[in-house]
């Protein structure tokens, strides 16, 4: 059965969305089209460039998640440093190393700009979440392009991930021209973390909607880490997270996969991640085969789409 999936933030936590692919893939599932916001965005993109579950495996084997630490001048300079950059930089880290990373990968598949993901040239299999914060609105990439004068056929792909990966003060924002004025571009979980409606249609879909999340973890204070610059993403934390954990519709959360990791690391623990690559992936493959066992869709229309 085919099926769209849209997938949340949590960064390196969006690493178990690899064993959610093997999952489906493994039940049958063929992913139409894939959204995602952050980390999301990094997984929807090499999915809808075709990249098998395996393949994904051997990558993860591959990387040394510490590129993704990757200091600007100021932030070299200890504490003080990180502080200097995000005043100056608006970020700890260079968000450009996402981009460069993303983008080699796409490239082996032929993928660079979203009309290579089109379909018949019109509607992109791909949706990226990033939150224009100088415009105070969500960007859906490659959609909303046009508003900013820019083509969507010819946008990079990796460009509009990084974007979306762009955790503010973290990484640094991308500057984007918006009539003669530069917008200030970060984390899409900003504005919307969990857009599981992004694919949704009016009356009866032909195919499901499954939307992955990542139960929240604890924040730097709650584990007694309370320097400024752990208080600064707990602030950050608190955006990111609240839009899917608050509040999630019961339409919505009987399609929803949610991974729970506990607390075992940080959302923003880069260096511990390559620790915990069997961990993520087990378990986002072991909750999806549960789900799955479970998930009729014939009933889910009955309940919710038939309008009755």
């Known amino acids: 059965m085919k099926v769209d999936v849209v997938l949340q933030g949590r960064g390196v936590l969006g690493i178990g969305y690899i064993g959610v692919y093997k999952a489906l893939c493994e ?10 916001t952050s980390a999301g965005s990094v997984v929807a993109a090499l999915i809808m460039a075709g990249y098998s579950y395996k393949e994904l495996e051997d990558i993860l084997k591959e990387v040394n998640f510490n590129i993704f630490m990757k200091k600007t001048k100021l932030s070299k300079f200890y504490t003080i440093g990180k502080l200097l950059s995000v005043i100056t930089n608006k970020g700890m880290y ?23 993901l089109m379909e018949n040239g019109e509607k992109s299999k791909l949706k990226i979440i990033a939150s224009d914060i100088t415009g105070r609105k969500i960007m859906i990439l490659p959609d909303d392009l046009r508003t900013y004068g820019v083509d969507p056929l010819e946008f990079s792909v990796a460009k509009a991930v990084r974007m979306s990966c762009s955790i ?39 195919w499901p909607t499954f939307g992955i999340k990542i139960q929240g973890n604890q924040s730097y204070s709650s584990r007694g880490e309370v320097d400024i610059l752990q208080y600064f993403m707990d602030i950050v934390g608190a955006a990111l997270n609240y839009d899917a954990d608050s509040y999630v519709r019961e339409k919505d959360s009987v399609r929803t996969i949610t991974l729970d990791f506990g607390n075992k690391i940080a959302s923003t623990d880069f260096l511990k991640a390559n620790e915990f690559i069997d961990y993520l992936c087990n378990n986002g493959y072991e909750t999806t085969l549960k789900f799955v066992e479970d998930w009729n869709f014939k009933d889910y229309v009955r309940q919710y789409r038939s309008g009755v």
């Not at 990373?101 to 009309?115: A, D, M, P, Y």
Request: overall charge negative; aromatic content about 14%.
């Open 94 to 116: 260079d968000g450009e190393v996402i981009e460069t990373w993303i983008s080699g990968l796409l490239e082996k598949k032929g993928i660079t700009k979203f009309k290579d």
């Open 168 to 206: 503010p003060l973290f990484f640094t924002p991308v500057l984007f021209e918006d009539n003669g004025k530069t917008n200030f571009i970060v984390d899409g979980g900003l504005l919307s973390d969990f857009p599981i409606w992004i694919f949704d249609v009016e009356g009866v879909p032909r």
């Open 27 to 36: 039940k049958g599932y063929e992913i139409e089209r894939c959204a995602g």
